[in-house]
């Protein structure tokens, strides 16, 4: 998230909950974990291409700041408690 919200493409795993914040293809590279040859191209891959990197860090800082802002992380959490609090209770 902090590269990502410094306006940088992401080279990471595809593992836990990395692709859920990491578009593949739009806001950075996700490759197999335990694959470093694959690491090793997609970094390669977004040296050689500024343009595109520069775009994937764009889109990266654009979905850090709409997903994960306090203002949007308050209301998530507050919704969540509301949900939580207004669900019947087990006896």
């Known amino acids: ?24 293809g739009k806001t950075g590279l996700l490759v197999p974990p335990d694959d470093p040859e694959s690491l090793a ?3 390669c891959e977004l040296l050689r291409d500024g343009p595109r990197r520069d775009a994937m860090g764009r889109a990266g800082h654009d979905r850090v700041c709409a997903q994960f802002s306090e203002d949007v992380t ?5 919704a969540l408690y509301a949900e939580i609090l207004s669900a019947p209770r087990l006896a």
Do not use: Q, S
């Open 1 to 24: 998230l902090e590269a990502m919200l410094a306006g940088r493409a992401v080279v990471a795993t595809r593992a836990g909950g990395t692709p859920e914040v990491v578009d593949h």
């Open 74 to 78: 308050v209301a998530k959490t507050e």
């Open 41 to 43: 191209a997609a970094v």
